[in-house]
């Protein structure tokens, strides 16, 4: 049981173009899923929460604007990287949470996808 | 938000030694989970904890919360080259309001 999809694995675009990455939960619901980013040899770095339903809360620094975080279902999120530059490269990673429910507390951890490596050209 | 810490860093042994990596904050989690991190895919639940002095076992991995619920160790025995990967401690705070990652233990493990 809780199985991610992370879709894609490899992205290779253009300057300028931009990208979305997919995550689904495959037999759970995520009330709750995260965005990581991961750069070489080092650990995960929080972008932002993403509650079902409502918008998603950014980590300071993170621009809003550049990643465009949608989470409109209870098994899926989207990532959306805009007009992508080289410095956005990276091994982006999500996450999700089966929340059991609002305003309750389910004790439950946090499930990976396999992430997306986005190399911009 | 919390900072966690983990040490070693980095951690080169020969295959059957035992090892022992340490995940320490100054403040309390409500839960905390580890990580297993191979190259190019997401990190992998191993074990949650959630009541301070906690141990639990999954083979040949031991997993010990500390009593204030503040620490937490996770000690291999007899090292395999499987076990190779990056270790990652996540604390989860005020009963999932976040979740905090440490840096990362970088277990390699030689046959």
């Known amino acids: 049981g809780a199985v991610v999809s992370q879709h894609p694995s490899w992205v290779i675009c253009k300057s300028g173009t931009s990208v979305k990455i997919e995550c689904r939960s495959l037999?759970?619901?995520?009330?709750?899923m995260f965005w990581y980013r991961q750069f070489p040899k080092q650990s995960l770095m929080l972008m932002a929460t993403?509650?079902?339903?409502?918008?998603?809360?950014?980590e300071q620094g993170v621009e809003k604007d550049k990643f465009l975080i949608n989470h409109a279902s209870l098994t899926l999120s989207t990532l959306t990287v805009t007009s992508a530059h080289p410095e956005d490269s990276s091994f982006y990673i999500c996450?999700?949470?089966?929340?059991?429910?609002?305003?309750?507390?389910?004790?439950?951890?946090?499930?990976f996808g396999d992430g997306t490596r986005l190399s911009i050209l | 938000t919390q900072l966690l810490e983990q040490s070693p860093q980095f951690l080169s042994i020969q295959e059957g030694e035992n090892l022992t990596v340490y995940c320490n904050s100054s403040?309390?989690?409500?839960?905390l989970q580890w990580y297993r991190q191979e190259p190019g895919e997401g990190p992998v639940l191993l074990v949650t904890?959630?009541?301070?002095?906690e141990v639990k076992k999954l083979k040949r991995l031991t997993f010990q919360f500390g009593d204030a619920r503040k620490d937490s160790s996770l000690h291999i025995t007899a090292a395999q080259p499987g076990d190779t990967g990056l270790y990652l401690c996540a604390g989860e705070e005020n009963y999932g309001q976040n979740f905090v990652f440490g840096p990362g233990t970088r277990l390699s493990a030689l046959p």
């Open positions: 403040s309390v989690f409500s839960s």
């Open positions: 993403s509650n079902e339903g409502s918008k998603a809360t950014y």
């Open positions: 996450s999700a949470r089966d929340g059991g429910g609002a305003g309750t507390y389910s004790n439950q951890p946090q499930h």
């Open positions: 904890v959630v009541t301070g002095g």
């Open positions: 037999d759970f619901q995520a009330t709750t």
